[in-house]
């Protein structure tokens, strides 16, 4: 098999590049290339004897919300301000580092979602005649209550 340069072979250099124009999906209307996340992997923690000894399955996916040339500018504020500059989703639940890195970017995606989510703006109501009765007849239940908790008078 031939290597290039850096020792990757001609179908890692393609591999790489096909990764690279695809795309994470986190709304309708947006989604970010796979080359913008950065993937770790290391090994997982907690029990699971001699396999998550050697395995490196606990897989971190990170997204730099500064250097994201797929946000717009509002959603990048809005993504700062709600998340911070940088966003982190981890995974090691399985044992398999192809499903925790499917499971750490499903998260990451939701994670964005969440923080460039615009806000319903808030409508000011009133309180209806009703509830407004209904109030001040439980104020009057209270006073009289606590009235006749009171000793008599005396004449």
């Known amino acids: 098999m031939a290597r290039s340069a850096w020792g990757r072979s001609a179908a890692q250099v393609a591999k790489a590049e096909d990764a690279s124009q695809r795309l994470l999906r986190i709304t309708d209307e947006l989604a970010i290339p796979l080359s913008e996340i950065t993937v770790r992997a290391s090994r997982s923690s907690g029990p699971g004897g001699q396999h998550a000894n ?7 996916a990170s997204f730099d919300v ?3 040339p797929a946000l717009s500018e509002s959603q990048r504020e809005r993504a700062l301000a709600r998340a911070g500059p940088r966003l982190v989703a981890i995974a090691q639940d399985e044992r398999s580092q192809a499903r925790n890195r499917e499971l750490a970017l499903a998260r990451l995606s939701e994670r964005l979602a969440r923080a ?6 808030r409508r000011a109501t009133r309180p ?9 007849a439980a104020k009057r239940r209270g006073t009289e ?11």
């Not at 050697?54 to 971190?60: C, M, N």
């Not at 460039?116 to 703006?121: C, Y």
């Open 128 to 136: 209806t005649a009703a509830s407004r009765e209904r109030r001040l």
């Open 66 to 68: 500064l250097a994201s």
């Open 145 to 155: 209550r606590k009235r006749e908790r009171r000793p008599p008078e005396e004449p």
């Open 116 to 121: 460039l989510a615009v806000p319903k703006r």
């Open 54 to 60: 050697v395995t490196a399955s606990r897989v971190e």
